[in-house]
């Protein structure tokens, strides 16, 4: 197994996803396309992550690394690479498939309760989950569901949260990944993000006051998920 993930900005790294590759002592590397780094070949790697960022998906002349992980994406999922995106790394599955990205009705940030679908409910990933999930967001963007693709989950505000294509390829429009510190710190970084802010979207004050009390539950979420996807490659993909 190898695994690579796949951040856009220095401040979005892998949390509980590095976790469960160190606890599991699973070969990875971590890559930041802000960088300048290039994406790797993709011959010896099994597992691909692609985390979030500020940037829309769009935007490929401001931030041309964009157009180049298109493509990457777009032979990844050719190859059978198992491969799971958060947020905008959801965002560009979708678009690798062919489905919009758009404007949510109303952008998601804070604690959320999303619904599995009847699919859902028995997917590998999310089948031993309860039906009713509190996941931290933190977008504008959202996505149409590709064709061919499963949804797996949906909420009132913004109804395509989760899906699967194929066997071994997610999209998750919300944050299993993030850890305490980790809001601390998107708050403080992204604080323009909380004005004009209108309900059912929080205030500062409001949010690191759920994290308080819904983070422990996340991560146990969280790594049990993490463990589901992290498992060994068979011939031709994933099982």
Known sequence: ????????????????????????????????????????????????????????????????????????????????????????????????????????????????????TRIGSIDPLFSKQ???????????????IPHRAISIATSAYVPHQAFRYGENVYGLQFHLEVTQQMIREWVETYKEEFEGLESPLLSKQKLLADTELKISPSKEMGMKLLKSFFRKPIKGGMK
């Open 1 to 116: 197994m190898n695994v690579l993930v796949i951040k856009h900005v220095d401040i979005e790294g892998p949390g509980l996803i590095e976790d469960r590759l160190r606890h599991e002592n699973i070969p990875h590397q971590i890559l930041t396309l802000e960088s300048g780094l290039r994406l790797p070949k993709l011959d010896n790697l099994t597992h691909i992550v692609i985390l979030g960022g500020p940037m829309n998906v769009y935007e490929e002349d401001r931030y041309p690394f964009l157009r180049r992980e298109d493509f990457f994406i777009k032979e990844a999922i050719q190859r059978g690479k198992s491969m799971l995106g958060i947020c905008l790394g959801a965002q560009l599955i979708a678009k690798a498939l062919g489905a919009r990205v758009f404007e949510a009705p109303v952008k998601e940030i804070g604690w959320c309760d999303v619904s599995l």
């Open 130 to 144: 309860p039906k009713t999930l509190s996941v931290f967001q933190w977008h504008q963007d959202t996505f149409e």
